[in-house]
């Protein structure tokens, strides 16, 4: 069973930064497309970036150039680092795997695998 850990959430004042992880079990990020997802409340869940096996990488408008999404395979560990934080990013953020894609997933449906989520909070 794969099992994934976000960690590292936490609050932080806007402009600021944080690193948030995704640690996996087993291999799987070696064959793993994957991705950072986030849900604010009342809001739906949406994409905030997302890398392929070969290390292909896609950001949602709302983040591009502001985050970055990197894996360090022989770590099992998916990042995100976050900076020039804004209130706006205030959401749970999960990782997910997908073990069937390897290029860029984008959609929610083809990610096999969620993590429990760690929470972001940006004050102004």
């Known amino acids: 069973q794969v099992q994934l850990v976000e960690s590292g959430g936490g609050l932080v004042q806007a402009g600021g930064s944080l690193r948030i992880s995704c640690a996996g079990s087993?291999?799987?990020?070696?064959?793993?497309?994957m991705g950072w997802y986030r849900q604010a409340p009342g809001k739906e869940r949406e994409l905030v970036a997302a890398?392929?096996?070969?290390?292909?990488?896609y950001y949602a408008d709302s983040v591009k150039g502001r985050f970055t999404i990197s894996r360090d395979k022989a770590k099992n560990t998916l990042y995100l680092q976050m900076n020039s934080l804004k209130p706006e990013d205030t959401a749970m953020y999960y990782c997910?795997?997908?073990?069937?894609?390897?290029?860029?997933?984008?959609?929610?449906?083809?990610?096999?695998?969620w993590g429990q989520g760690t929470q972001v909070t940006v004050s102004s």
């Open positions: 997910a795997a997908s073990l069937t894609r390897r290029t860029i997933v984008k959609d929610a449906m083809e990610y096999n695998y």
């Open positions: 087993g291999s799987i990020f070696s064959i793993s497309a």
């Open positions: 890398i392929s096996v070969g290390g292909s990488t």
